[in-house]
């Protein structure tokens, strides 16, 4: 009898776990940025899309975030931390869920990210905050034949693409107090 019960509990674990819905992947843009290149940090209003990030995606939000990605930050002498806006853009949010931010990629290790996002199999959605122009490669990489251009002058957007990842199936802006005030979105073919 123990053994049959066993065996009832490998089978219908293992078939829980292969039935597993594939996460959706959501990418974000880094927060914004100060108009001198050599600071790679956030301007106000970038810290303050940062924190507004930890509501719309937070706890108590559909959007059920389980792991978190950004470039790596580079520390070089002197220690300015290139490459760290997308970081920092997700660095509070990464806390209030109790989650380390990813930063095993580079800025532009984008097959790095494909990777990932293929072979995770953690619990939750995956959240993706990049440097805008690697945006599109990271979505052919994952299959699409007719990847989006990230907007040159928003910082706002949230693409929503699911399994099998081949497309970006809705886009819609974060809708920040004070920072998104617009009603219209992008709408790319």
């Not at 066993?6 to 594939?22: D, E, I, K």
């Not at 927060?31 to 706890?59: M, S, V, W």
């Not at 957007?157 to 219209?184: A, H, Q």
Request: with cysteine.
């Amino acid at each position: 009898m123990l053994l049959r019960s066993a065996f009832a509990y490998l089978f219908f674990g293992l078939a829980a776990v292969s039935a597993r819905t594939p996460p959706k992947v959501y990418m974000i843009r880094h927060a914004e940025k100060p108009p001198n290149r050599d600071d790679h940090g956030l301007t106000l209003d970038g810290i303050k899309r940062a924190q507004c990030l930890r509501d719309i995606f937070g706890q108590d939000s559909d959007y059920n975030i389980g792991h978190i990605m950004a470039p790596t930050v580079k520390w070089i002498s002197p220690p300015d931390g290139e490459h760290r806006r997308a970081y920092m853009t997700v660095l509070p949010l990464a806390n209030d869920l109790g989650l380390e931010v990813d930063a095993h990629c580079s800025r532009k290790g984008t097959q790095c990210v494909a990777d990932t996002i293929r072979n995770y199999n953690g619990p939750g959605n995956i959240l993706i905050a990049w440097r805008h122009k690697n945006m599109g490669e990271i979505q052919e990489l994952l299959g699409s034949y007719d990847p989006l251009e990230y907007p040159e002058d928003r910082f706002d957007l949230i693409w929503t693409i699911p399994f099998p990842y081949d497309e970006v199936t809705d886009i819609k802006s974060e809708f920040c107090p004070g920072l998104d005030s617009r009603p219209v979105l992008v709408v790319q073919h």
